[in-house]
């Protein structure tokens, strides 16, 4: 039992002046020492070695250790054991043969006595102190004891603790011990602001390179310091290239004005934000990239630089403007359809009669419209089937592909407008048959024939034949005034540059419909003669 | 002959690819008393009467069998003939130097056009 409990002040005690300077210069050299090496010590053990070293050297210590209570939890981790210390184990335990540090421990026994009542501790006869708890199997002799708090802001979180003197500790080798703590304590803390700031600059690091966004820093004059791999990787300038105004060469050059203009407001704006074209080096094409900047800020508020982002929009660009255009496409084509049938409904009941017959003739009307849209909005193309178009209306009213009706021609489409008239005419021809044609009497033969004529200027028609035959001769052909007749003689010349030829024979209605056909269309006719 | 219609014995050009919507617009036309120089389908043939007839004013459809009529519009406006669009598309779906332009929404009411024309001319006048 040690009478060390309450040592008296250290500048009261009677030390010889020589000795007194001697060993300060020897502590301050450790504490030199300690503070120097938690700059490179690799890790807290290595750092809690070199601090339980030099107190070994300068207390005269034959072994020490250092730890820590983990989280307030009245359990103690090792943080190093002495080199000295493990080479005077002599247990059989294979985590200290391997150099294991014991962790977890009980806060109890002489060392507990430290933490718990926040205290230096000398202990000379170890084997009768009261608090003794015994030693772990291998552990050395315990001859004497020196223990010694370690403090952050007034609370006690760590200690160290020496073994065996040779003659025993006393004031002196506690007021070595205590003057190296707060050394200790600064090295120990010191080496984990730095573990920790390294760790939050590589996960930001990390980060900032994982994002798919292209990231830089700048000045406010929009020089760049700084830029990440990504911004590298896709538009092919190396970090030497872009630094400086070197990035401007990757914008697109009529998206270098707007760039000024961007670093123009860095004066007065917090964030910035732009839209341009960047290079991208592996397409070697310009993509549309949202470019936002944000001032990082001093302590005072005062810009130090700028944090940019660059976000690829590209694709969102894209499918903008590919959505504005079918939106746009889509409300012509309703408001023209409208418009169609508008004037088609006008037309219809300025034509007379009873009103079931205008409501028949209406509706048929408006029927073939719908099936040529509904053919038209089937296909990726937009384009329609001659021969479907055809066969559709004529089916529609009941009518049978037998002797007497033959519909022949190769393969034809037709973009939709077109398809709509041709279709309206078809419809037109096919009720005036039934009425009063082909279609209503048992002699009648239609024959319906398509092709394409090449003329040596290089234009191509569509030729479509409607021929009636064997139909008695009628007193009055009803569909000279009509609706169908104006559609044949005058619509289709109109909007199609057709020639169209409608004549009433004895017999039946005979019609010819020419129609120029656009290059790209007759390619078309190619390609599907092909396949 | 009526002299109160504002557009009684004015020369109007017509440009519209649909026969049916021209005739509606050519019959609306003539009962206000206007000549119509027209109506016509296409690009080329309006371009031809921009340039060759004389004209008061045009209606012009934007959409021509998918191609634009706006050099038709260019070529009068520098010839100072007022016009006005008709078509199926929002303004915003124009570009931009013709988003303020005079517009007449398809469908339309006849009244509606031929009020339109008759706000693009001068009142010479009639006061």
Known sequence: MSDSADPPPRATMPEPPVDSVQRDAHVLAGINRILREALSASTEEDLGQLCLEVAEDLTGAAFSFFGEERDSSGRLDHLAISERGWAAYRGSDPEFSQRKLPNGLKIHG???????????????????????????????????????????NGETFAMFALGNHPTGFTEREKAIAEELAPAIVQALLRKRAEVASRASRRRLLTLIEGIPQLVWTATSDGRWTWASPQWVTTTGLSVEESLGHGWQAAVHPEDRDAAHAFWAQAGDHGDLTMEGRLFHAETGRYRWYKTRATPVRDDHGAIIEWFGTSTDIDNLRR??????????????????????????????????????????????????????????????????????????????VGAIEDERLSIRGPDVTLPADTAESIGLAIHELTTNALKYGALRHATG??????????????????????????VPAMPVPPVREGFGTELIREALPYGLGARTELQFRGGGVFCVISLPLPAEDVGQLNRSAEG | MSHDSPLAAKRILVVEDEYFIARDLERALRAADAIVIGPVATL???????????LDAAVLDVNLAGTRAFPIADRLSARSVPWTFLTGYDDW????????????????????????????????GRA
């Open chain 2, 44 to 54: 080329e043939q309006g371009l031809d009467l921009a340039e060759t007839q004389e």
């Open chain 2, 93 to 124: 779906a124009l570009p931009a130097p013709y988003r303020s332009a005079s517009i007449v929404a398809k469908p339309f009411h006849a009244d509606r056009v031929i009020r339109a024309i008759g706000a693009l001319m001068p009142d010479e």
């Open chain 1, 319 to 396: 499918l903008q403007d590919r959505q504005e255009t079918l939106v746009a496409e889509l409300q012509h084509r309703v408001r023209n359809i409208l418009t169609i049938v508008r004037s088609i409904f006008t037309r219809t009941v300025e034509a007379g009669g009873p009103i079931d017959e205008i409501s028949d003739h209406f509706r048929g009307r408006l029927d073939a419209l719908a099936r040529t849209q509904i053919v038209a909005t089937q296909t990726v193309s937009g384009r329609v089937d001659l021969e479907n178009l055809i066969r559709d209306e004529l089916l529609g």
């Open chain 1, 445 to 470: 033969r239609l024959a319906i024939a398509w092709h394409v004529e090449a003329h040596p200027n290089g234009k191509c028609e569509l030729i479509v034949k409607w021929d009636e035959t064997g």
């Open chain 1, 110 to 152: 002489i060392f507990g006595e430290v933490m718990i009542q926040d205290r230096t501790l000398i202990v000379n006869e170890p084997a009768s102190h009261p608090a003794r708890v015994g030693l772990p199997q291998g552990h050395p002799v315990l001859h004497n004891f020196l223990g010694v708090p370690l403090r952050h």
